[in-house]
C-alpha cells in the first residue's frame, strides 16, 4: 500500500468508528429492490455481493440488519416464460391465484434463496423467512378487483427479534397471509417501513435502481438530498412522484413518523451504496425527515 493510500485508508477508518458506536445493537431494516438485483448477469450478480458484504460487515460492527427484499421483475420473467399474460387495473398488477403462486415461488423459492445464499458464503448468518411464516405478516386484501395484492394489516416481530438475538440476519420475502391461511402478494417496500416502524428501527435504507427522489421525474440531476412528509404528499399529489417511488416515499414516511430515527432512498446499483450511507459523514441519495 502506498503512503497516500495509507493515510486514505487510515481516515476512511477512524471516519468509520463513532457511526459504528452509533450504530451498535441498532436495527437497520435494508430493503433491496427487485430492479437492483435486475441488471444483466454479471452486474446483477456483482450488485447482489456487494450488497451481501455490506451486510456482514454490519452485523460484524455489531448492527442488527434486517433485510427485506422485492422481486417485481424476476416475477415478470417467470410470468413471460411460463407464457402467462399480466392482466393490469389501472396500472396495478392483477394477481390471480395463478398469478400469486409464481409470485411466491419466485420471492420465496429463488430471490429469498439468493440473497440468503450470498450472505452465507460469508458465514453462516442469514436465515430467509416469508411474512407467512410465524404469524408475521398479516395481510388482507387492498381491493377485490386486484385479487391477491395485500395491504400490511400487521407486523408481529417476534420472530424477527428471536432471530436477531441469536445473532442470525433475517431475509424477509414480502408475502403475508389472512387469518385464514389465504396468502397474499405485498409491496416489498411497505412491509420494510412497517417492520422497521415495528421493531423501532434506528434506520430504514431502500435501495433501488436510480439515485433518490427526482423533484422533475426526467431530469437526473434533481435528486433531492431531503424531504419532508408534507413535500412528499405534494409531489405525490402533483404526479412527480408516481409508480414504484410512491410506496418508497410512504414507507418512509410512515417509519419516521412512528419514531424510526432516519429513512433513505439510494441507488442499490452502486457498489457498496450502503456502508458509504451507514460510514461516512456523506449523504446519498434522499434523506425523508418527519417534518
Ligand atoms: N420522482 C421520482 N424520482 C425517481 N424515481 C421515480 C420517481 N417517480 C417514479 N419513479 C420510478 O420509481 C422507480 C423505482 O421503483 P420500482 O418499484 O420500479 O423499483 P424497486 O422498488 O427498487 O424494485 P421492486 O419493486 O422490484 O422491489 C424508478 O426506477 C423510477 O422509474
Ligand atoms: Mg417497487
Known sequence: MSAANYELTAEVLTEAIPFMRRFAGKVVVVKYGGNALAGTEGEEEEALRSFAEDVVLMRSVGMLPVVVHGGGPQIGEL???????????????????????????????????????AINRHGPLAVG???????????????????FVGDVVGVDPTIVRRLLSEGLVPVIATIGADVAGQAYNINADTVAGAIAAALWAQKLVLLTDVSGVRRDRDDP????????????????ADGTISEGMIPKVEACAHAV???????????????????????TEEGLGTMVVDR
Open 221 to 236: 440531476g434533481s435528486v433531492a438530498s431531503e424531504l419532508s412528509v408534507a413535500e412528499i404528499d405534494e409531489l405525490i
Open 129 to 147: 423467512l416469508s411474512g407467512e411464516d410465524a404469524g408475521f405478516i398479516t395481510a388482507e386484501a387492498r381491493d377485490e378487483a386486484l385479487g
Open 79 to 117: 410470468m413471460q416464460r411460463l407464457g402467462m399474460t399480466p392482466r393490469f387495473v389501472d396500472g396495478l398488477r392483477v394477481t390471480d391465484a395463478e398469478t400469486l403462486e409464481v409470485v411466491r415461488m419466485v420471492l420465496v423459492g429463488k430471490v429469498n434463496r439468493e440473497v440468503v445464499g
Open 257 to 279: 413518523r412512528a419514531g424510526v430515527s432516519s429513512a433513505h432512498i439510494l441507488d442499490g446499483r452502486v457498489a457498496h451504496a450502503l456502508l458509504v450511507e451507514l460510514f
